[in-house]
């Protein structure tokens, strides 16, 4: 399954913006379902991930209470939706699946970073101006 991200742009500080991450073909995975970011010179980081059913939402402490995941399974698509943005959330954005380590990791720590060189879609841009 190829996932393609979508939604990115350039936004004032405390902004919003919605990504979308779209499933082509004709499944949708049936796994816990993530999204990630990487900002210039750091290691990708798990921001916010998702159960399968969608009943379960756990969020880097970074972007607790700021973004919101969400999934659509009959649709193919995840969503995150960014509000009150800062500068420090520019990165580019990626959606994935999310195993069980790194969630674990994001639950003990509040943060969780990947070096996965594995399939990535493309990404989609997010710039905060400040």
């Known amino acids: 399954v190829q996932l393609v991200e979508s939604g990115g742009g350039l936004v004032q500080a405390g902004g919003s913006l919605r990504l979308s991450c779209a499933a082509s073909?004709?499944?949708?995975?049936?796994?816990?379902m993530g999204w990630y970011r990487q900002a210039p010179g750091k290691q990708r980081e798990l921001v916010a991930a998702i159960t399968t059913g969608g009943g379960v939402t756990i969020y880097a402490d970074s972007v607790k209470n700021r973004f919101a995941i969400s999934r659509d399974n009959p649709k193919k698509t995840m969503y995150l939706q960014l509000n009150s943005l800062k500068p420090e959330d520019t990165a580019i954005y990626y959606c994935?699946?999310?195993?069980?380590?790194?969630?674990?990791?994001?639950?003990?720590?509040?943060?969780?970073?990947?070096?996965?060189?594995?399939?990535w879609g493309p990404g989609t841009r997010v710039t905060v101006s400040s």
């Open positions: 994935n699946l999310v195993d069980d380590d790194i969630v674990d990791t994001l639950i003990r720590d509040g943060r969780a970073s990947t070096t996965d060189s594995g399939s």
């Open positions: 073909g004709s499944t949708f995975p049936i796994n816990a």
